[in-house]
């Protein structure tokens, strides 16, 4: 059973370009999420898509975009980049476990794309 | 707004010691935290959880404390092992995971 994939792995672009990174869930995930991890930093929620749709999202300007297609795979969007971009972007596919009070969303990451803005 | 903290960016410990590793968080509706360890390259990987429900949760070297009146949680590696080395991250659930900024271990043999 594959994990979660992501491509590319690396990616270096121009500011106010505009770029697309992809995920693919672990194998019956249908709930995706990406993160930022900035250098020094922990991973930063930026949104999650269950069911095609934006579920969750953090506190991120509305360059960054997603998309969840029918086989639960993932685009993340950011246009008009800034070299404040310039980061590792995980993506995490996810399901819950368990059941009632003890239920609780197990996510599984990739290893990420680095992006660098330049 | 830094919800989840870890104030220890590194921590150096002998081989067969014990790690522990340190955790703050702000928000009181925290149900559900993790601990994921990280290896250059690599996403992070699950390492062990606990709910707010109860106060230490124990997987083989790896033990988790939750103390819910000091916002704080902290994990134990006993005995720690050079293949431990790597960076770990504290992480809240609410209705979304914040992740605190991470400890790299390294374990020395």
């Known amino acids: 059973d594959a994990g979660v994939t992501q491509s590319p792995t690396h990616l270096i672009k121009t500011r106010g370009q505009q770029v697309t990174l992809r995920c693919s869930p672990k194998s019956g995930h249908d709930t995706v999420s990406w993160y930022q991890q900035a250098l020094g930093q922990g991973p930063q929620f930026i949104f999650q898509?269950?069911?095609?749709?934006?579920?969750q999202r953090g506190n991120f300007p509305d360059r960054f975009s997603g998309h969840q297609f029918p086989n639960y795979s993932s685009e993340l969007n950011v246009n008009a980049l800034l070299l404040g971009d310039s980061a590792l972007y995980l993506c995490a596919s996810s399901l819950y476990l368990g059941s009632g009070r003890t239920r609780v969303l197990r996510q599984y990451f990739g290893p990420g794309t680095r992006l660098t803005v330049t | 707004d830094q919800q989840v903290k870890q104030n220890s960016p590194s921590l150096s410990v002998q081989e067969g010691r014990i790690s522990i590793l340190n955790c703050d968080y702000t928000?009181?509706?925290?149900?559900?935290f993790l601990w994921y360890k990280k290896y250059p390259a690599e996403g992070p990987t699950f390492l062990i959880s606990?709910?707010?429900?109860?106060d230490k949760n124990e997987d083989g070297r790896f033990t988790v404390f939750l103390n819910k009146s000091a916002k704080h949680l902290s994990l134990h590696i006993v005995p720690s092992q050079p293949g431990d080395s790597a960076v770990y991250f504290c992480?809240?659930?609410?209705?979304?995971?914040?992740f605190g900024t991470g400890t790299s271990l390294t374990v020395i043999p």
């Open positions: 992480a809240a659930s609410g209705n979304q995971f914040y």
């Open positions: 898509y269950y069911e095609e749709e934006e579920r």
């Open positions: 928000n009181s509706m925290f149900d559900y």
């Open positions: 606990i709910s707010s429900i109860k």
